[in-house]
């Protein structure tokens, strides 16, 4: 089996804050690094006042994601078609293609479609609380998990390993703090942090700082001067929240086919030899 990565998220941006570090680490080791996203983001609301307000966000978001993955070093995006349920005010309650009204075993069914085509080896997504609980978050979640269980359906030998990118409660209340009106605020950490020891893999992302950044910049329309995301960094650069985000990128194990080496592992692809 090639050494081939599949990672799946719902809206563009999804990838980078969480996992950008690690994308970037293994297109630069040569592997072939995939990305799935459900949706076109068309829900996001717009945060930097520059961008015509009545822009195409869709396509705008779309060309946003793009160049991320060319920042990451990573192969150019693969959309599943359904459009983003939006939330608060936003929310797209009677939208028949809004992923929170889709049936997850068509978002299943598409996810396979894919994995069918890319073969992963490792696949990674959303933990089960979705970070910060959003509809679409979950039900990628969800829909992949699924897909993960279901892949031998679609190629022989499935996927290995699927892994959660996750937060640790401690680090989700330092976020908290640092962004207090971002979607963290309110949540209680408990809940949708994990311990720390349930880390299956821990990844060492500090190389990779200048590719990570580049790639949440380029989601422009999200990470603009009126979101939470700029009005906390543009004063606690020195934050722990700010800079653990360029350090490491943490996961969870997910579902896993064979053995696993001891926990936590400094490579998603990591196996019993030394």
């Known amino acids: 089996m090639s050494k ?17 570090g690690t994308l970037t680490h293994y297109a630069k080791q040569g592997f072939k690094v995939y990305l799935i996203c459900a949706t076109r983001g068309e829900s996001g609301k717009i945060t930097d006042p520059s961008i015509d307000p009545n822009v195409d ?66 696949m990674i997504s959303f933990d089960p609380h979705g970070i910060y609980g959003h ?13 993960f269980w279901s892949a031998d359906s679609v190629m022989n030998p499935a996927p290995k390993r699927l892994f959660y990118s996750a937060m640790s409660s401690e680090r989700m209340r330092v976020m908290q703090a640092a962004r207090p009106n971002s979607p ?5 950490a408990g809940i949708y942090g ?25 989601h422009r329309s999200q990470v603009g001067p009126q979101s939470s995301f700029a009005n906390a960094t543009a004063n606690t650069q020195e934050n722990d929240a700010w800079l653990e985000m360029f350090q490491r990128e943490t996961f969870t194990l997910g579902g896993l086919r064979g053995s696993f080496p001891a926990m936590p592992v400094n490579d998603l692809f990591a196996s019993h030899e030394k």
Do not use: W
């Open 135 to 147: 509809v679409d978050h979950i039900k990628v979640h969800r829909a992949a998990t699924a897909a």
């Open 184 to 188: 963290l605020s309110n949540l209680d």
């Open 57 to 122: 966000k869709g396509k705008l978001r779309e060309e946003e994601l793009k160049t991320a993955c060319k920042a990451m070093g990573i192969e150019a995006p693969l959309f599943l078609g359904f459009h983003d349920s939006g939330r608060h005010e936003r929310t797209q309650h009677g939208n028949d293609k809004a992923l929170m009204n889709v049936d997850e075993l068509e978002i299943e069914r598409s996810i396979l479609a894919h994995i069918a085509e890319i073969k992963p080896e490792i």
């Open 4 to 20: 081939t990565l599949l990672a799946i998220f719902a809206h563009p941006d999804d990838e980078a804050f969480g996992n950008g």
């Open 194 to 218: 994990v311990a720390e020891a349930s880390f299956a893999a821990i990844m060492n992302v500090s190389a990779y700082k200048a590719e990570k950044e580049a790639a949440i910049k380029a």
